[in-house]
């Protein structure tokens, strides 16, 4: 039951008055419902609903938009033929002018990485042995998941790679072995390095995933100067390239035996993950276009946005906001909006579920995983776990930045207020 509070009564008031010039906007705003069904009739023509992404850079939401940049660069490759093998190598060369690690390539995304990394640590160049995989008798094939397993593991596995958990440094000194053909990790900061430190006095190279990982930018060069072997970073999520492609870079001979496990090698346990022209190319622009950016100035767009929202919905008696970067992967400002579910008799789950069935279909990030297999967390204590450091997600409703279309922020924090403050009333009147 909720019971209203004068003194918040008073200040959801002011807040009223202060969001004022806001909420006038919101018809002007809503013109922008006109262009986006003009845009939309692709997909609706075969009955495919598009949406407002507030959840962030999901790949089961199709993940980021693409740069323009990388739009216009994708076409223009698309208007000529090129030798796949010479082009790996010629964006190789400029992405270790770009990042400063030896080499790189562009893969079909970060977990495409993980399976031509995991393949070349294996195989290597050798071509009797990139034709075994994923039979890997006679080869070193242990993998050691340092931090523990995750839901994407399955791209080392069907590389060959036998998985081998150690949560801790010391698990992870004690697990190496002469079979131990990788480490994989997606730990950062100290417990990266204190890492690095195992691995290299052992002579065994190290993965680490930080697919979410840019922005900022500066990570691609971060982890050439502290000497991480192999490290990858999806190219459709921050980064704002090509959905399906990814970066892989690290030591020449480590990347060139990972062109040796993938596409175009026929014969090769990587050949499935193909990536083309346009993709290569594309993912290429995306990196030199974040060389080029003002990631202060995408940060403060990107707090204007969620803060638009933020002073929409804290009309609402009852409701209110946060908003921080978060200190792991997908650092953008993100608004998180808090109420008394019991008082409202009113979930974080019931909020989410009105507003992907609403029109127009908002997605926004709260504890729940469509797109996540669900015996992934059916296997005990050696299941998959989140980054390291990262406590369990609580059920929670926030709203990402980077995703949202211009105007799409004022829908997005209408539609909340709406449904939040309909809730409150039902409450009351149930009181």
């Not at 697990?175 to 131990?180: D, G, K, R, V």
């Not at 002579?203 to 000497?227: F, H, K, Q, T």
């Not at 105007?407 to 207020?417: A, N, S, Y």
Request: aromatic share 6%.
């Amino acid at each position: 039951m909720y019971k209203p509070n004068f003194l918040a009564s008073r200040r959801t008031f002011a807040r009223t008055i202060a969001a004022a010039p806001l909420v006038a906007s919101l018809a002007a705003k809503d013109a922008i419902a006109g262009v986006r069904g003009r845009k939309e009739d692709i997909y609706r023509r075969i009955g495919v609903r598009p949406l407002i992404n507030a959840r962030g850079t999901w790949t089961y939401l199709s993940g980021s938009l693409e740069l323009p940049e990388v739009r216009q660069a994708k076409q223009e490759a698309a208007m000529h033929f090129v030798d796949i093998f010479e082009l790996q190598r010629g964006v190789g060369r400029r992405l270790a002018e770009l990042s400063g690690a030896e080499s790189g390539i562009v893969t079909s995304g970060a977990a495409g990485a993980m399976a031509a990394a995991t393949a070349a640590c294996i195989a290597g160049t050798d071509p009797k042995k990139v034709w075994q995989l994923p039979d890997t008798t006679g080869l070193k094939s242990e993998v050691i998941m340092f931090g523990g397993r995750n839901a994407f593991d399955s791209a080392i596995r069907l590389a060959g790679g036998k998985l081998v958990v150690a949560r801790t440094h010391e698990e992870l000194e004690r697990a190496l072995n002469e079979n131990t053909a990788m480490v994989y990790t997606t730990a950062l900061g100290e417990r990266l390095e204190k890492a690095l430190t195992i691995t290299k006095k052992a002579g065994v190279p190290l993965l680490l995933d930080d697919a979410a990982g840019i922005p900022p930018i500066e990570n691609l060069s971060l982890y050439a100067r502290m000497g991480v072997d192999l490290y990858t970073f999806s190219g459709g999520k921050g980064l704002a390239g090509p959905q399906c492609s990814g970066l892989l870079l690290g030591r020449k001979d480590l990347i060139e035996a990972a062109l040796a496990n993938c596409s175009p090698w026929e014969g090769a346990v990587c050949r499935a993950m193909k990536v083309g022209k346009e993709e290569i190319m594309g993912c290429l622009a995306a990196v030199e276009a974040w060389k080029k950016k003002d990631l202060n100035a995408l940060n403060k767009e990107w707090g204007a946005r969620v803060g638009r929202i933020a002073k929409l919905v804290e009309t609402v008696d009852g409701v209110t906001t946060d908003i921080r970067i978060p200190e792991g992967g997908n650092r953008y400002p993100t608004l998180t909006v808090k109420w008394d579910e019991t008082a409202f008799a009113f979930s974080v789950a019931d909020c989410v579920k009105q507003l992907s069935e609403g029109e127009p279909r908002i997605e926004v990030l709260s504890a729940s995983n469509p797109s996540m297999v669900p015996a992934v967390h059916e296997e005990g204590d050696n299941r998959p776990r989140k980054r390291e450091g990262q406590p369990a997600r609580q059920n929670r409703l926030q709203i990402v930045p980077s995703t949202l279309q211009s105007g799409e922020d004022v829908i997005v924090g209408k539609r909340l207020r709406s449904i939040l403050a309909q809730a409150r009333s039902r409450a009351a009147k149930r009181g």
